[in-house]
């Protein structure tokens, strides 16, 4: 029994380090190719030097070291650089781990903690839409492997594997957390228009299909849909409609592996099976959403 535990934890541990690799070799492709040229301004290379050694100290220990809840390393700092030098500084590569460059990036934005003005949306909206998601959470659409972990556990030790397993996902979960912080204030930075709401929406599927959960971000988006519509003319409110509807109707994107246990909660005895969660989008609240949007254009609002 005790030969099977270990193998079932090495056989985890491989395919997290698999998952983990993949997405550090796909953010290389994704990312733009690294600067040589630094910021002229002294004070953000002092900066990102501490934030540097911040994440590091977090990702030794990230039990006892946590990072930041707001992207505020540089919140004193506020409007001593322009929003283009801003932009630029979040067009480059400032660390090979993409992790730690999305933690950069995330807290470089405290230099301006307001909406991007119109003559830099453009490239803003460029800076989201190639800004890097992070690896896929252990197990998320690997059916092959997760059986292979299945079928190697027992009624003796099945609870012990999943406690294991919430270790792998939780610390998954934290070195994600800057890639998808970084993701959400650069949107929500952003003008709320309908070509916005699709890029959030395209957003939102690259997240599902690497297993996270998008509840938040979708009430989010789906609140600054409801709000913009208020304001807009019936071909426009349609306009929206139409795009909720065709997000709704996507299909589920990904599986995700939560916990072993018997396939009949209420009879031990059963067999074992791996309960699962699908990630997709909120269908009915999406619906709902559309629905109103139209009742909202048929009545001239």
Do not use: C
């Amino acid at each position: 029994m005790k030969t099977h535990t270990i193998g079932i934890f090495a056989l985890i541990g491989s395919l997290v380090l698999a998952s983990a690799t993949l997405a550090q070799n796909t953010s290389t492709k994704a990312s733009e190719p690294a600067a040589n040229a630094k910021p002229d301004t002294a004070f953000i290379d002092e900066g990102i030097k501490a934030i540097e050694t911040e994440f590091e100290a977090f990702a030794k220990d990230p039990a006892v070291n946590k990072l930041r809840e707001k992207p505020d390393y540089f919140k004193d700092a506020a409007g001593k650089i322009s929003e283009e030098d801003l932009l630029k500084m979040l067009g480059k590569r400032h660390n090979r781990n993409p992790a730690l460059d999305a933690y950069i990036k995330w807290n470089l934005l405290s230099l301006h903690p307001t909406p991007f003005s119109e003559p830099n949306v453009k490239q803003a909206v460029k800076l989201y839409r190639s800004s890097v998601l992070p690896p896929a959470r252990p197990g998320t659409n690997a059916d092959q492997e997760m059986q292979g972990i299945l079928r190697q556990v027992t009624k003796e030790n099945y609870q012990q594997v999943n406690s294991q397993w919430d270790i792998k996902v939780a610390q998954s979960d934290l070195m994600a957390a800057p890639f998808l912080d970084y993701r959400d204030d650069l949107y929500s930075r952003l003008p709320k228009t309908a070509e916005t709401f699709r890029y959030a929406f395209e957003d939102a599927e690259g997240r599902m299909t690497r297993g996270y959960d998008i509840k938040y971000f979708l009430i989010k988006l789906l609140t600054d849909v409801r709000s913009v519509a208020a304001g807009s003319n019936p071909g426009q409110i349609k306009q929206l409609a139409a795009m909720i509807q065709y997000f709704s109707n996507r299909p589920v994107f990904s599986t995700v592996y939560v916990a072993i246990g018997p396939k009949d909660v209420k009879d031990s005895s059963s067999p074992l099976v791996w309960k699962t969660a699908k990630r997709g989008f909120s269908t009915r609240d999406m619906e709902l959403l559309a629905k109103d949007l139209q009742d909202m254009a048929s009545v001239g609002f």
